[in-house]
């Protein structure tokens, strides 16, 4: 069974960053699509950002783009998000999700971790 674990999340001020990780195990990383989303309080859980198995494909939702930064190291079957100035409307629960298909984009994710809360203040 592959387990997903977030950790990085914090309160922080507008404008600084943060860097999400996320490690897998139990299961072939290297082969995964992996992707971040996030929920804020009140709202759908939204896609925030998508990389391909090998690492040279990315994809990001359109309030996150320059300013969040996915990357992977796969021999540590770990994926990163790393969140630069940071806004309010950032604040949200972030979780990590992996598609065993690799196919890239997807919207299909088989695993999910339980999240890392986000809070930005103003």
């Known amino acids: 069974q592959v387990q997903l674990v977030e950790s990085g999340g914090g309160l922080v001020q507008a404008g600084s960053s943060l860097r999400l990780s996320c490690a897998a195990s139990?299961?072939?990383?290297?082969?995964?699509?992996m992707g971040w989303f996030r929920r804020a309080p009140g709202k759908e859980r939204e896609f925030v950002s998508a990389?391909?198995?090998?690492?040279?494909?990315?994809d990001y939702e359109d309030s996150v783009k320059g300013r969040f930064t996915i990357s992977r190291d796969n021999a540590k079957n770990t994926v990163y998000l790393q969140m630069n100035s940071l806004r309010p409307e950032d604040t949200a629960v972030y979780y990590c999700?992996?598609?065993?298909?690799?196919?890239?984009?997807?919207?299909?994710?088989?695993?999910w971790g339980l999240g890392t809360q986000v809070t930005v203040s103003s």
């Open positions: 990389i391909s198995w090998r690492g040279t494909t990315t």
């Open positions: 999700a992996a598609d065993r298909r690799g196919i890239f984009p997807t919207n299909q994710y088989d695993y």
């Open positions: 139990g299961g072939t990383f290297s082969t995964y699509v």
